[in-house]
């Protein structure tokens, strides 16, 4: 079993970045297809984008398409979100999941995903 741990969230102006990183323990990340999700104020928690066990293919929402860049290292069991060009729109809790036996296609259905993170808080000010 794979523990997550998300960080890099903080206050932003429109139009800057960050870049979000979600740390695992306990099995090596190789072994998972890994998503990222966010929750804004009063709104139900959405897909961002997902990313292949290998990392060589990805998807996002389109929403983000252009600005938001899903990337891993399984080396280090780590897997990023870099956000550039960010929207007050953007704001929101980002979570991290990951599942050893869904593809990351499955995780557009954003249900029944094994493994989640306790979520870091993006705050983008216009």
């Known amino acids: 079993q794979v523990q997550l741990v998300e960080s890099g969230g903080g206050l932003v102006q429109a139009g800057g970045s960050l870049r979000l990183s979600c740390a695992a323990s306990g099995r090596a990340v190789r072994s998972y297809a890994m998503g990222w999700f966010r929750q804004a104020p009063g709104n139900e928690r959405k897909f961002v984008g997902s990313?292949?066990?290998?990392?060589?293919?990805?998807i996002y929402t389109d929403s983000v398409k252009g600005r938001f860049t899903i990337s891993r290292d399984n080396a280090k069991n780590t897997v990023y979100l870099q956000m550039n060009s960010l929207r007050p729109e953007d704001t929101a809790v980002y979570y991290c999941?990951?599942?050893?036996?869904?593809?990351?296609?499955?995780?557009?259905?954003?249900?029944?995903?094994?493994?989640w993170g306790q979520g870091t808080l993006v705050t983008v000010s216009s």
């Open positions: 999941a990951a599942d050893a036996d869904k593809t990351y296609v499955d995780f557009l259905r954003m249900s029944g995903l094994e493994v």
């Open positions: 990313i292949s066990r290998s990392g060589s293919t990805t």
